[in-house]
């Protein structure tokens, strides 16, 4: 593990008691996740040797939360709001015109290895329906076909 | 006729309207900042009470004369929950801030850490006095990274002015708050599983008993609350109980943000006078989308009932309004839905969702979404017989009530209450093997 990203982990674990490290899991995959992209086995292995929990704890928190991947995503995962306040709002416009647009369906990758759609639950953010977050940290609110030809190419 | 019922309504209800408690600084320069906070007297009811060293029952017995119910769905008196924590406990307890909103069409505590984070921050130090809590932590719904990261700013500008950390105002009363990062499960936002999540487990609701209060996180006493809740406290110290109760109607004290999307003009969230009626908050928020007809509202998200226009159009939103047409206030997430709405497809994308995020650990739940997908998915694609109707609301029957967290029941409700009220157009589409409306 690198010290970066064990300095982030070290600030997670300080929020919990000495004996609690368990209590960071999540945040200490989703550091290893954004740095790589997605978390591979040895990501798993780092974190639960780091905070002294058995691989297997670590891999059903890995699988448990929809936010983490255990495959690549490419250099940009665009996750698009489904759910019902998107779809009233013609998210499915959205859907069709990105897999249109990139050449693939749901959970794959461009031939570039740049983009990787996946379907997602509510966000939180309806008030901005339809939308979508690139790489679980950035939304992107009312979209439409012009504003998401203008996202993809900002996406360098 | 409906002349006279709307008089009738105008009567018994005084000028309801748009009251911000929760946002208040919304609407101001820099929302977020501690300065703006204090611009407005923030952190100036947690100094009275420190100075003077209030007396927590009489705290208690103030919240409890406002009103305030627990604002993330279930509507529990907040008063009463708070003086579930054991007093005399000699140890360490916790208080724990439900920001974990991911019920479909749930955006206000996304709103209130963004523009109003500080009044949260007092409103669990006032908390955490009364109950006598040394740690907090306030779980934040893992989509909204970048409230996460603003709010860890908040923490940090109070713990700076001495706002949290050790001896706030000189008191001697300790109180360290940290932010929780979710990422990615709807079943967090249940408090048990919430618990489970923060100690770096899998989000699976526990037994209870024993409830939080006696055996939280850590097995130590927990108390946890909704955002909007918490965030109400400060405003309740400084005016009064009585004057927050004022706000509302009987047995729904105060105001309560309303985050309504969907089909309307204007989606966003309403900080409403309780009592007001469904009309006016529609017409706050622009009226039906493109000028079309109202078809059906869920008016506090997902797991609380639908109800066909001409049903809530008489309504008043507030606990007992709602209750009275069948319905709930929940967490406040109004769904509009117009004229264009197929009501099958909406609860395909509903029963999807339910399906997707069951925990796994009951098997109604996780056996009973599967079925309830499959079955509308089935009239979805044409292949269904009006049988599968019946079977739809037993399955859903044979859910409600039968898993340890409420998922089970909120998975059955929309199913049950479209097949009530849409049953004709979900006979027509299994008849005709295509959708009613376009």
């Not at chain 1, 495959?71 to 069709?96: E, H, W």
């Not at chain 2, 007809?293 to 797991?303: D, E, F, R, Y």
Request: net charge neutral; aromatic share 10%; proline share 4%.
């Amino acid at each position: 593990m690198i010290e970066k990203l064990r300095k982030l982990i070290d600030k997670e674990i300080a929020k919990y008691p000495a004996d609690k490290k368990q209590s960071a899991v999540i945040a200490a995959l989703a550091i290893m996740q954004h740095h790589r992209g997605w978390l591979s086995q040895e990501d798993i292995s780092d974190v639960a040797v780091y905070l002294d929990m058995p691989e297997i704890a670590v891999l059903e928190v890995a699988t448990f939360y929809n936010m983490f991947d255990l495959k690549p995503v490419g250099k940009y995962k665009l996750s698009i709001c489904t759910n019902i306040s998107c779809m009233l709002r013609d998210a499915d416009q959205i859907v069709d015109h990105l897999k249109k647009t990139l050449k693939i369906d749901f959970n794959e990758i461009t031939k570039d290895g740049k983009f990787c759609l996946k379907e997602s639950e509510c966000m939180g953010a309806c008030e901005g329906a339809p939308l979508l977050t690139v790489n679980n940290q950035k939304i992107y609110e009312h979209l439409d076909i012009k504003k998401l030809d203008q996202l993809l190419k900002d996406l360098k | 006729m409906n002349e006279i019922v709307d008089k009738n309504l105008n009567l018994e209800i005084t000028n309801k309207q748009l009251f911000n408690i929760c946002l208040r600084t919304k609407h101001l320069k820099n929302s977020n900042s501690l300065e703006t906070y204090k611009s407005i007297g923030g952190y100036e009811q947690i100094k009275k009470i420190l100075k003077n060293k209030l007396d927590p029952q009489q705290l208690i017995d103030e919240i409890k004369i406002s009103g305030l119910r627990g604002r993330g769905g279930a509507g529990f008196p907040t008063g009463i929950k708070w003086s579930f924590m054991p007093r005399d406990y000699d140890g360490i307890k916790y208080i724990v801030c439900n920001s974990d909103e991911g019920e479909p069409g749930t955006f206000k505590d996304r709103d209130i850490i963004r523009h109003n984070p500080h009044q949260l921050i007092e409103g669990m130090l006032i908390g955490a006095y009364i109950m006598n809590a040394q740690v907090g932590y306030n779980y934040i719904h893992g989509e909204i990274w970048e409230e996460y990261v603003s709010f860890e700013k908040a923490i940090e500008e109070a713990r700076k002015a001495g706002l949290l950390g050790k001896n706030i105002f000189g008191s001697g009363f300790n109180f360290e708050l940290h932010a929780f990062h979710g990422y990615g499960a709807y079943i967090c936002g249940e408090e048990t599983a919430l618990i489970e999540s923060i100690e770096g487990k899998k989000g699976q609701p526990r037994y209870k008993p024993p409830f939080p209060a006696t055996y939280g996180i850590y097995g130590k006493p927990t108390n946890v609350n909704n955002t909007e809740t918490y965030a109400s406290i400060p405003w309740i110290i400084e005016n009064g109980g009585q004057a927050f109760m004022a706000h509302g109607v009987k047995n729904s004290g105060g105001t309560k943000i309303f985050s309504v999307s969907g089909h309307v003009e204007k989606p966003g969230n309403y900080e409403i006078e309780l009592g007001m009626p469904f009309e006016q908050l529609l017409k706050e928020a622009g009226g039906v989308w493109k000028g079309r007809k109202l078809k059906a509202v869920i008016p506090g998200g997902p797991s609380t009932p639908v109800v066909p226009a001409d049903i809530i159009r008489n309504a008043t939103i507030d606990y007992d309004g709602l209750a009275k047409i069948g319905s709930s206030v929940g967490a406040g997430s109004m769904i509009v839905m117009d004229e264009t709405t197929c009501m099958v497809s909406a609860l395909k994308r509903l029963s999807y969702f339910f399906y997707e995020e069951s925990c796994g650990q009951c098997t109604p739940c996780r056996e009973g979404t599967g079925w309830v997908y499959r079955i509308i998915s089935r009239i979805y694609q044409g292949q269904a017989t009006l049988d599968d109707l019946d079977l739809l609301t037993d399955v859903s029957k044979k859910i409600s009530g039968r898993t340890i967290c409420a998922l089970g029941d909120a998975a059955a409700t929309p199913v049950l209450s479209f097949i009530k009220h849409f049953r004709d157009e979900f006979e027509v589409f299994i008849k005709n093997g295509k959708k009613l409306v376009n």
